[in-house]
């Protein structure tokens, strides 16, 4: 069975930084591209980040753009996300998705909140 | 900026047929944006439905089927059913490794 956990969560002040983690089991991690995707409060689904097989290839959204960093480490089956110079607007449930066919997004985790308030 | 637009809403009689559209504000959506569709319950995480414009994830009822009408992409729920009332959302590929939800559609069976 497919599982994506994401953590690392949590309430942090503006301007500040977190990193999420995402383990994933259940299938062969290496041979997915991953995403990130964030749902702020009440508000609809936004990409915002992709890795590459290998992590070599990186994209984002600009508004996450010079401020996020999506990693990956496939022998432990993680990806991570590193959030720095966080504002109020990046408050959002934030999920660890898979890549798939078609420019697609696959497998879904259940999400972890991020709370950007001081 | 790309903007990927969606109904915001939309109603349907249960065993109806409604059809949900992706709109793309810099022209038409084709096959090269490899649209795709998404349900989200309220509490959970979405559930991927459509890939490919018209591939059905596996699990998926053969009463969701997408499509290009159009220039725009289109979600059709054919025969709807209760559990079917959920928001959901069209995701497209805009070029550049860059893809972009639209807004969502509330679908409300009753």
């Known amino acids: 069975e497919v599982q994506l956990v994401e953590s690392g969560g949590g309430l942090v002040q503006p301007g500040g930084s977190l990193r999420l983690s995402c383990a994933a089991s259940?299938?062969?991690?290496?041979?997915?591209?991953m995403h990130w995707v964030r749902q702020a409060p009440g508000k609809g689904l936004m990409w915002i980040s992709r890795?590459?097989?290998?992590?070599?290839?990186?994209s984002y959204a600009d508004s996450v753009k010079g401020r996020f960093t999506i990693s990956r480490d496939n022998a432990k089956n993680t990806v991570f996300l590193q959030m720095n110079s966080l504002r109020a607007e990046d408050t959002a449930v934030y999920y660890c998705?898979?890549?798939?066919?078609?420019?697609?997004?696959?497998?879904w985790g259940q999400g972890t909140l991020v709370t950007v308030s001081s | 900026q790309t903007v990927v637009t969606q109904e915001p809403s939309f109603s349907v009689s249960p065993g109806g047929t409604v059809t949900l559209t992706c709109g793309l504000s810099s022209g038409s959506v084709s096959t090269n944006n490899f649209p795709s569709w998404y349900q989200q319950t309220p509490g959970q995480a979405p559930r991927t439905l459509i890939y490919?414009?018209?591939t059905r994830s596996s699990g998926v009822p053969d009463r969701f089927s997408g499509s290009i009408l159009g220039n725009k992409a289109a979600l059709t729920i054919t025969g709807a059913q209760a559990d079917d009332e959920s928001h959901y959302y069209c995701?497209?590929?805009?070029?550049?490794?860059?893809?972009?939800f639209g807004g969502g559609t509330k679908l409300t069976v009753l």
């Open positions: 259940g299938f062969t991690f290496s041979t997915y591209w």
């Open positions: 995701l497209l590929y805009v070029g550049s490794d860059i893809w972009v």
């Open positions: 890795i590459t097989l290998d992590g070599s290839g990186t």
């Open positions: 998705v898979t890549g798939y066919s078609g420019h697609a997004l696959g497998y």
């Open positions: 490919s414009t018209n």
